[in-house]
């Protein structure tokens, strides 16, 4: 059994995350040629006339933390400094913090808490004609208010951009986003 104190490591959010169980990387041999899985990612790209999707060799699984309420606080006070720093310098608020479906539900709901601020979350809907879509069926986002978008992880932003569209459609302004682990390039 883990010593669920021992997990934090207070000034090292990635090893803390590791001791958690929520992260993978590919072995190698001495020759540095794999030796085990590559992992496959969300996102798609296009070549030529074929769809293709990402893969690398790490993989950072949120959901491992999550497991821990400790453990979200802890990453929810990182962000929340981050986030005060950056935006209430400059006179921003939020009122809303909308999670991303479904690793940023739990550690937006944290994170509310703590800047005292509503949390909602986007659902998946499959459409036909579509693919999936996002929807708030439970929550709204009312004309005018200030929204931070928060994600456990971002790959490639193609969940961003959907989450933008949803603010942007009921009308309330995309004041920042906000994730624990940027992967992409942007």
Request: hydrophobic share 40%; net charge positive.
């Amino acid at each position: 059994m883990i010593d669920k104190n021992a997990l934090i490591v207070w000034n090292n959010p990635m090893e803390t995350w590791k001791r958690c169980g929520g992260y993978y990387k590919c072995p190698k041999d001495d020759n540095g040629h794999r030796i085990g899985p590559l992992v496959a990612y969300r996102g798609t790209y296009f070549t030529s006339n074929q769809e293709k999707r990402y893969v690398g060799e790490e993989y950072w699984n949120f959901s491992q933390v999550e497991q821990y309420p400790h453990m979200l606080d802890y990453f929810s006070l990182r962000l929340c400094c981050k986030i005060l720093n950056r935006m209430f310098s400059a006179s921003k608020t939020v009122d809303v913090i909308l999670a991303a479906p479904m690793g940023g539900i739990l550690i937006t709901s944290s994170l509310a808490r703590v800047l005292q601020c509503r949390n909602i979350f986007a659902e998946k809907k499959l459409n036909m004609w579509k693919g999936s879509l996002f929807v708030l069926d439970r929550h709204k986002i009312y004309k005018g208010d200030d929204v931070l978008i928060l994600e456990d992880v971002i790959n490639n932003f193609s969940t961003t951009e959907k989450l933008i569209e949803l603010v942007e459609m009921r009308e309330g302004n995309v004041r920042a986003i906000c994730c624990v682990l940027n992967r992409s390039s942007k």
